[in-house]
């Protein structure tokens, strides 16, 4: 087989792509529409938070937003009437599920949670690959145990394996089946009576679900299958509205998101590329991103600038991350990331299909692969599919309202806020105001107060 340097092969595409990468990745770090409040003497009163003693997170993963103009979604639209929303939720690089999972518990950066990728290896502790996160922190505080230390009852239901002794789903074979059962417990959670000796408590509910990510994954966004499955969510969103509403308690509802998810379609050879250029690295691949660890005295250098000539990924170096990748230099950072452009993506070679490994040295630079794998996560934050969505609804907050701009960092402190807490610390995200305002008579218009 005939390798064709990139330089002449058809290029115009990815130059374009390049380009566009480039251009975002030169925004300012937080593209926050609408100006900052300021706080000076002259300002205006800073309108007042909604507030409530219970609330709800359901996280859903990988939501892209434009999966909700693929269904008749009568949930989500009430929600969006009634409460606040945003359709660009930020994702922290690489936007992976459990880097992002990470982020939202704790509102820091992966440079201090220390969740760099969903898999990579720790020095000490060794491989990690989309483990439960308890005991996996580095440091930063999440919100339900700074929500537990303040008081607050929190109740999780297959969040990341926060809790010691608890799974965290990998949302791989069986997630459908499980899905439904954290379903099924939350509603049976939210609809048992509230407790009258406890009915001053503040309670947090954090849920998380496979869907509709797994499904994309598998059949691709804009599909019969991915419209089947956004469905199903907005009558369980519903239900779990209904609910809410019949508690009649001061609740607020959070629909959140990790990331979005967008089409792919070539699988990069990453083992044959490595061979070929005399790369000896271990290699952590997951959705589009892959860690290079090299061996002791290797030339970094040489090896990124020797890579850099392929053209379907970018090669990141520790030394000068970009302004988007918050990863730190910490032990578990290695030398060098390849970062894939879409529509070509990289996965670990211990995930592939095993006719796909015999494959490995014979095949091309990259395979098409759409039979495989239809839709990830993971590229850089600013590629326009990779945001996501967030939802807020009940009590006290003014409907109708778009938020400009979120990132995943700030879901944790604006949580703290609403719930009447500190937020855990240290902390990189800041409260959302945008999104909390509170309806301007409260109580007349809440959730679940209407005649
Ligand atoms: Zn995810």
Redesign the pocket.
């Known amino acids: 087989m005939v390798w064709i340097p990139p330089a002449i092969r058809p290029r115009g595409l990815w130059a374009t792509a390049a380009a566009l990468l480039l251009v975002s990745a030169l925004a300012p770090d937080v593209p926050l529409a609408q100006p900052a409040p300021s706080f000076g003497a002259a300002a205006p009163t800073v309108p007042p938070s909604a507030s409530a003693s219970r609330v709800v997170v359901l996280l859903f993963?990988?939501f892209a937003p434009t999966l909700l103009s693929a269904a008749q979604t009568p949930a989500f639209d009430r929600l969006r009437e009634e409460g606040a929303w945003t359709h660009r939720l930020t994702s922290v690089f690489p936007t992976?599920?459990w880097v992002?999972?990470a982020s939202l518990a704790t509102g820091c950066w992966p440079a201090q949670h220390g969740i760099v990728s969903e898999m990579f290896v720790d020095p000490e502790r060794g491989d990690f690959d989309r483990e439960p996160l308890h005991g996996w922190l580095t440091g930063c505080e999440p919100l339900g145990d700074a929500a537990r230390r303040q008081g607050v009852a929190v109740h999780r239901f297959g969040w990341y394996g926060l809790d010691p002794d608890t799974e965290a789903d990998r949302?791989d074979s069986g997630a459908r089946r499980r899905d439904a059962g954290r379903r099924r417990a939350l509603l049976d959670h939210l609809r048992a009576p509230a407790d009258p000796a406890g009915a001053t408590t503040r309670e947090l509910v954090q849920a998380r679900f496979c869907a509709p990510?797994d499904s994309i994954r598998r059949n691709g966004v804009d599909t019969p299958a991915s419209a089947a499955v956004v469905a199903e969510l907005d009558s369980f969103v519903g239900e779990v509205v209904a609910a809410i509403e019949t508690r009649g308690d001061e609740t607020l509802l959070f629909v959140v998101?990790?990331?979005g998810m967008r089409d792919v379609s070539h699988l990069i050879q990453l083992p044959r590329i490595l061979a070929r250029e005399g790369v000896d690295a271990t290699v952590k691949a997951a959705g589009s991103t892959a860690l290079l660890y090299l061996p002791e005295g290797a030339d970094a250098a040489a090896i990124q600038q020797r890579l850099s000539a392929y053209d379907f990924f970018e090669v990141l170096s520790r030394d000068a991350l970009p302004a988007y990748a918050h990863l730190g230099e910490g032990p578990r950072v290695p030398e060098l990331i390849l970062s894939a452009y879409p529509p070509y993506f990289i996965e670990a070679k211990s995930r592939w299909p095993y006719w796909l490994s015999a494959l490995g040295l014979v095949a091309p630079d990259h395979l098409w692969a759409e039979w495989w794998r239809s839709a990830t996560?993971g590229f850089v934050p600013r590629t326009p599919a990779m945001y996501g969505l967030v939802y807020v609804w009940g009590h006290g907050v003014e409907g109708g309202r778009e938020a400009q701009a979120l990132r995943v960092i700030d879901l944790h402190p604006t949580i703290a806020e609403v719930l009447g807490i500190a937020p855990g610390e240290p902390l990189d995200g800041r409260v959302a105001t945008t999104l909390l305002r509170a309806a301007p008579s409260p109580g007349a218009e809440g959730g679940g107060s209407l005649p």
Do not use: V
């Open positions: 993963e990988g992976q599920g992002n999972g949302c990510g998101t990790d990331h996560s």
